[in-house]
């Protein structure tokens, strides 16, 4: 029976004109290839998690916007761009707090921008090739980044992560995950302590779920027990990934991670938060500027019940994300190294090594 790594996360069949994914709010216990070919299915897609992680999001934007510019029918380029541009901003409301999702987006717009002296046809196959380009690069980029935070581990370990930043949430590897599965493949024996990750539950269901698959000493946690077992001496460092990064290093991540840094802060266990360069926002000054996604009500109250568990009427707040002060993070582990504090210079320097190596 195929495990989740004989299956692809995000992937394209042009010839049927579809994106493919796993339906994510069907695991564990239900692997289903979702076909959508229409953007309202792959807009709802991103928004019901289906398909969650900011890698894995802006991978789907990429293959979803070719989609929508496939069935475009116009071959004057400003009634081209018109439906192009208003299927981009469509598709760009489905998560707002992710970066990932607007970065594909804009990297697919500049495409057609840069090439509007060529036929649509053409600016079509170009299309195609950049949305296939965005998903190696996230291959590349995630096996880096668990290269360089592995650097960081020693054989044995007990490490932490919360939500899922896994394979799950990109097309190989994850990123809080990969320097997991890279230990594993050299034969590390790390231990796995997940959060279960309310109200959600990415941590019970995905992460913990793929770990197992892989063959990872893995244990499920309650969000409320991360701090017993850091005071016990079984974490040495906590892996989280991330949707966006401040200019300053502070870290908008799924709610509940703020919680997990302030105690591995207070416990003097390393907090790592490992991102792409794709969804640090160098545009965005500090953790303020972030606009943090509420979520329906029932997500709390009622969806993994059989019954509603909480008394009708009552208020819910439902943040799907938080913000970890940069404070409480030891540093930030990108494809081109590791950021550390402060992060306004660090991560500077993270854009100018990207710069370099992209001119070279």
Request: charged share 25%; hydrophobic share 40%.
């Amino acid at each position: 029976m195929d495990t989740i790594f004989d299956m692809e996360t995000v992937a394209l069949d042009d010839e049927n004109s579809a994106l493919l994914i796993i339906d994510q709010t069907q695991l564990p216990y239900h692997k289903e290839i979702l076909h959508l070919k229409d953007q309202e299915s792959i807009w709802d897609a991103i928004y019901l998690l289906k398909v969650r992680g900011a890698p894995a999001i802006g991978v789907a934007a990429g293959f979803g916007i070719y989609l929508a510019a496939k069935e475009i029918e116009e071959q004057d380029f400003d009634a081209f761009y018109e439906k192009f541009k208003r299927a981009k901003d469509y598709l760009d409301s489905a998560r707002p707090t992710a970066v990932n999702l607007s970065w594909a987006l804009n990297r697919m717009d500049a495409v057609v921008l840069a090439n509007r002296e060529k036929t649509v046809g053409q600016i079509k196959q170009l299309l195609l090739a950049e949305a296939n380009e965005i998903k190696r690069e996230d291959i590349r980029v995630c096996k880096t980044i668990g290269e360089n935070g592995l650097s960081l581990l020693k054989p044995g370990m007990g490490l932490l992560t919360h939500c899922n930043a896994g394979q799950l949430a990109t097309s190989k590897y994850g990123t809080a995950t990969a320097p997991m599965y890279l230990g594993q493949e050299k034969g590390y024996g790390f231990r796995v302590f997940c959060d279960e990750t309310r109200p959600l539950l990415q941590g019970a269901r995905l992460t913990a779920y793929e770990l197992m698959e892989a063959g990872i000493d893995t244990t499920l946690l309650c969000d409320n027990m991360a701090p017993s077992v850091m005071r016990q001496g079984l974490v040495d460092a906590v892996f989280v990934g991330c949707d966006r990064v401040a200019k300053n290093g502070d870290t908008a991540n799924k709610i509940g991670t703020s919680y997990v840094a302030i105690a591995a802060k207070n416990y003097g266990i390393p907090f790592y938060v490992c991102a792409p360069t794709s969804t640090i926002d160098m545009d965005c000054e500090s953790g303020g500027d972030i606009h943090i996604e509420l979520r329906p009500a029932e997500e709390v109250t009622e969806m993994w019940y059989e019954k509603r568990m909480a008394p009708e009427g009552v208020k819910v707040y439902n943040p799907s994300f938080d913000v970890t002060d940069a404070q409480f993070i030891t540093a930030i582990i990108t494809e081109y190294g590791i950021a550390y504090p402060p992060f306004d210079v660090s991560l500077k320097e993270i854009f100018e090594k990207k710069s370099k190596a992209q001119n070279d």
